[in-house]
């Protein structure tokens, strides 16, 4: 019987992704995001590691979202103060925060779990940007298609 091998933290290396998120479907997108972090594309993923990858996804204020969810789907928050109910929809965040859209969707997309300690450590590796630029270059990700891996995870308009 072969006994389970778990991964040492001098035995850990990390690559560097790049992901384009034009066009493509926001959940979709966190999800596969979600799993690159966590390690889970790996054979030698240990649950109780972070044995994930970097990631850096741009473009994140052209991704899509199926549906109306850019008018019906509503954020709120408050501030304990009476009237201060606030509320944003996903549109709103789009247009004005989309790194914020982007990190906190593949932040619910990590797994429950988790201790909150492992998912922050995980999230450190997640690098979000508005346009087409990112100051990563040194070292030179590996470019994923995200969109031409299922027909899927691009919206066509």
Not at 79 to 101: A, C, D, H, I, V
Not at 108 to 123: D, I, P, Y
């Amino acid at each position: 019987m072969a006994a389970t091998k778990s991964l040492k933290k001098c035995e850990l290396d990390a690559k560097w992704y790049l992901i384009d998120a034009t066009d493509c479907t926001l959940g979709r997108l966190a999800a596969y995001t979600a799993n690159i972090l966590r390690g889970k594309n790996k054979p030698t993923w240990t649950p109780n590691m972070d044995c994930g990858d970097h990631v850096i996804i741009i473009n994140a204020d052209k991704v899509a979202l199926s549906g109306r969810k850019a008018e019906k789907t509503k954020f709120f928050w408050h501030s304990l103060w009476t009237g201060s109910l606030k509320e944003r929809t996903l549109g709103q965040m789009r247009s004005e925060k989309p790194e914020k859209l982007v990190f906190n969707a593949v932040k619910r997309m990590m797994g429950r779990r988790t201790s909150v300690a492992l998912a922050n450590q995980r999230l450190t590796k997640l690098h979000v940007y508005a346009g087409a630029e990112h100051k990563h270059a040194a070292q030179q990700p590996v470019v994923i298609d995200f969109a031409g891996l299922n027909r899927k995870n691009k919206r066509g308009e």
